[in-house]
């Protein structure tokens, strides 16, 4: 294993554990920050990433420890609430974790990354960001933003070596949706919609950033790369 720390966000559950898991397996140090302060591998540290000090705290604590070679933004949350009924409230909160949050972190690991160079930053976005999904008016506008920031920091921070890209899945079966996904009527549904007839697993988006990580491709930065077996582009 080698000192390079990457750190993941939400990697107590779902998604960012499976990332956090592939990253160790390919020989990264992970750092994982998420409320419960929980990691599968690596070290786990405490951090609301609503917090914009805590963010700030817990990225230079992990810089006194080692290099850091990546970051991935992947603690979100997802909520659905009928438009003409959103409050502004709940509108700027889910912007805050799955938007602002990932801007904050970007730029408090920036100098740290400036100084390891040929680093990598993943966002994980949603293939929501592109689509019209009804009561889902703030997550969309949340991931159409980790789209707009992963372009931007990406041309902005080229020529410190740092690239950046927006990993953006689809339906992603987790602890937390499993029952859903089972249901025979949602089932039925996903078979209809999703051209590979199915949900993905966390650990088909951690390979992909895993590959990401391992593969190093310098000509890749900003883009938006969907993983959703085909329903983002299914007519
Ligand atoms: P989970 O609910 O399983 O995990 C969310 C993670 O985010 C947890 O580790 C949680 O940790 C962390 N988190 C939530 N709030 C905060 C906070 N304020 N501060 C720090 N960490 C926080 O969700 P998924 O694994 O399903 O989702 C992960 C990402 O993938 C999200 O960005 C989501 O939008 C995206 N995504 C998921 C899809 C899916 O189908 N599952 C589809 C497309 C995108 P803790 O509670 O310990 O703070």
Request: charged letters at 25%.
């Amino acid at each position: 294993m080698s000192d390079e720390q990457v750190i993941v966000t939400g990697a107590s559950s779902g998604i960012g554990e499976a990332i956090a898991i592939e990253l160790d397996r390919r020989g990264f140090k992970v750092v994982g920050l998420s409320r419960r302060g929980s990691c599968p591998v690596g070290v786990g540290m405490a951090c609301d990433m609503t917090d914009e000090a805590s963010i700030s705290a817990s990225i230079a604590k992990i810089a006194g420890r080692g290099p850091i070679v990546g970051l991935v933004n992947n603690a979100g949350a997802h909520e659905a609430t009928p438009s003409a009924e959103l409050s502004l409230a709940e509108f700027e909160k889910c912007m805050r974790l799955n938007a602002s949050a990932v801007l904050v972190a970007c730029r408090e690991v920036y100098p740290h990354l400036k100084k390891s160079g040929d680093t990598l930053i993943v966002n994980i976005g949603s293939f929501f960001d592109k689509l019209a999904v009804s009561e889902n008016v703030a997550y969309c506008a949340s991931k159409a933003a980790v789209g707009a920031i992963t372009r931007c920091l990406a041309t902005e921070w080229a020529s410190d070596g740092i690239r950046v890209l927006d990993v953006a899945p689809g339906y992603i079966e987790t602890e937390l949706n499993r029952d859903f996904l089972a249901k025979p009527k949602i089932k039925a549904w996903l078979e209809r919609r999703v051209p590979v007839k199915r949900a993905g697993a966390a650990s088909e988006v951690a390979r992909l950033v895993g590959a990401l990580y391992s593969e190093k491709i310098g000509f890749l930065t900003g883009e938006t790369i969907y993983i959703d077996g085909g329903q983002g582009a299914n007519h």
